[in-house]
């Protein structure tokens, strides 16, 4: 393995072929184990108000409106978020900004705590959003851009599971310490928690090789990097380092020039149906979210059981995702769309009433949630693998920008239309199904334009 990549004189290392020749390796695990440690307290901090909600609603006398606009409030930062942050790590790099977004989340978690008014509760929801949206995109790049092709869109899957469990673990928290404690106690905990992470991430972070590379950093900087995936790599020997398996982008940093390189090309078509099944994805994805818990407590489930059952369709949902992935990575995009295609006739099953109370009635709901949660995993994952580095984060995080119009939509509408009765909760799982639908369409419709999107699999040799 240690002459993985090298070119024919030794002074120039490939560093796409060096990365593509390589297996999964310690180096690998580690940084899928810290972005999954990311991205866990990431969704903790970002799921807590669905949990806290109900608690918060009897406290403050939240109408359904309010709920809504509080709910709305994280998303709307998260959609801001995302687009600072990505063109920011792919000027920067992907390290500070994951760094910094994760101590300002801690910060603003913790203060939730303090929130007295609805209105001091949605500006702290909104800053929480433009932290915890800043820093996804440039965690999936990093990760995507040190994997064999082979792994690229499972760690994003993998990544993201992190962030379903930390979704997951904020029902289980919020019933352990809201009922005896306050639901301020939980802001409190999962806010300290996030800090330690934040503390611990200073010393073993990494920065993305091929971003540096793409950016023209020095060799004596690159070099070790080179060494954290295969120690035994003479880099002595490597006055330079390349890229072969990615095009050139433009030279220019201006965000508009980052954004017009997201069109080059085949990609014209690929981007905008990357943002349309994102949009459908979020809206059903942060519909069930927002709301899933006083879903389940309008069609006659109490607030605990039906915390439960959410946390459990999340983390089921994102295992699912990843065991897709794993399955689909070497065959394109097109059997992502397995998982919305079994979740339509579940989320139909519930939406039209025809399973109500009875013995079915908790395990369909479970597996339309789980397949809503596995469909959005997937989805997430094909965001950036089309991108070249330099402009990869940027857009992973144009995606993530307009995923979030449905994500700001999702509470809204949802406040407006599907609560108060059941019938209208009964519209909420039938909205969702059509929501799976467009996931469908627009999935096998990137499938088949991808394939004109070639990339080099055996990467000529630098010269010296």
Known sequence: MAEAGAGGSGSTLD??????????TPFHKRL???????????????????FTLPYIRDEMGLTNELMGTVSSAAFLGQMIGSLVGSYIADILGRRPVILVCTV????????TGFADSPDMLIVLRFFSGLAIGGLLAPAWSLNIEAMPASMRATSVTIIMLGFSAGGAMAGPITNFLAPVYGWHMVFFVCGALTLLLAVGLQFTLPESMRWMVAKGRPAAQIAPMVNRFDPGLDTSRFTAFSLSDERKTTDKQNPLAKFVELFHGPLAIVTPLIWAAYFCSSFAIYLKSSFGVLFLEELGVSVVNASWISSAGSIMGAVTGVILLMLTEKRGPALITLAPLIGIPFLLLIGLGLVDQGAAFIPVILIGSIMVGAGHAAVISITSIYYPS???STGGGWASFMAKFASVAAPLVGARYFLGDRLAVLDGYLFSAGC????VVFVLALSHFAKRL?????PQEQPA
């Open 390 to 392: 330099a402009v990869r």
């Open 454 to 458: 070639k990339t080099p699999e055996r």
């Open 32 to 50: 899928l184990i810290l972005s999954c440690l990311v991205t866990f307290f990431d969704g903790l901090d970002f799921s807590l108000i669905a």
């Open 104 to 111: 300002f989340s801690a910060i603003l978690t913790f203060a």
């Open 15 to 24: 560093v796409g072929r060096f990365l593509q020749g390589l297996r999964f």
């Open 436 to 439: 799976l639908a467009g996931i």
